[in-house]
């Protein structure tokens, strides 16, 4: 093998990092933030960094809904429509944020309360960065979030953790909105 193509594959892996990298090792286990009550007033479904009665927190709590005033499917199980069903993410961030402990709580409330009920946890990533990337950065997110529940007493056995990386999005824009819903995990209950 000649010299110049010795560093093809080395090239290959650090663009392929550089994509979407920030300093988050994919190797690293997904910390978990200290379990703490979100003040009374806070909105449970807000974006990072959204302050209250911003338009990308407006447009979060209807896709939350499914639209304005539409709750999850009349029949679908889970939890009642008050319990958000996504936890969103920082850019480039596999952190559960605490001001989601509500939404978690929730939900873990509805899965030890119904031991046969199912969920996946579907991990997502918005538009920037390489496939490969964003789908490892999605499985880390549904990691996350799934560890986050189990401390809640949900168990392993009704959970499965994937990711869809930046293949499923909700908004299909190219703005700092657009890609702050797209960045989150769907807490998605099974029939």
């Known amino acids: 093998m000649s010299r110049s193509y010795r560093f093809v594959p080395l090239l290959a892996a650090a663009a392929m990092l550089a994509g979407c990298a920030s300093g988050v090792s994919l190797g690293e286990k997904a910390p978990v933030v200290a379990q703490t009550a979100t003040p009374v007033g806070a909105v449970a479904g807000a974006l ?11 447009s979060v709590a209807a896709v939350q809904t499914g639209g304005a005033g539409q709750a999850y499917g009349g029949g679908a199980p889970g939890p009642t429509a008050d319990v958000g069903r996504s936890i969103y993410f920082a850019y480039d961030s596999f952190s559960v944020d605490p001001r989601y402990q509500p939404t978690l709580q929730g939900n873990a409330q509805y899965l030890t309360t119904h031991p046969a009920a199912q969920v996946q946890l579907q991990g997502n990533t918005d538009a920037r960065g390489s496939r490969e990337y964003n789908l490892a950065l999605g499985q880390k997110r549904a990691d996350a979030v799934m560890r986050s529940l189990e401390l809640l007493g949900v168990k392993p056995s009704q ?5 869809f990386g930046k293949e499923k999005p909700k908004a299909h824009g190219t703005t700092a909105e ?6 989150r995990v769907d807490i998605a209950y099974q029939p």
């Open 178 to 183: 657009d890609y702050a819903i797209n960045r």
């Open 48 to 58: 990072p960094g959204a302050s209250a009665g911003s338009a990308a927190q407006s």
């Open 159 to 163: 959970m499965e953790a994937i990711s």
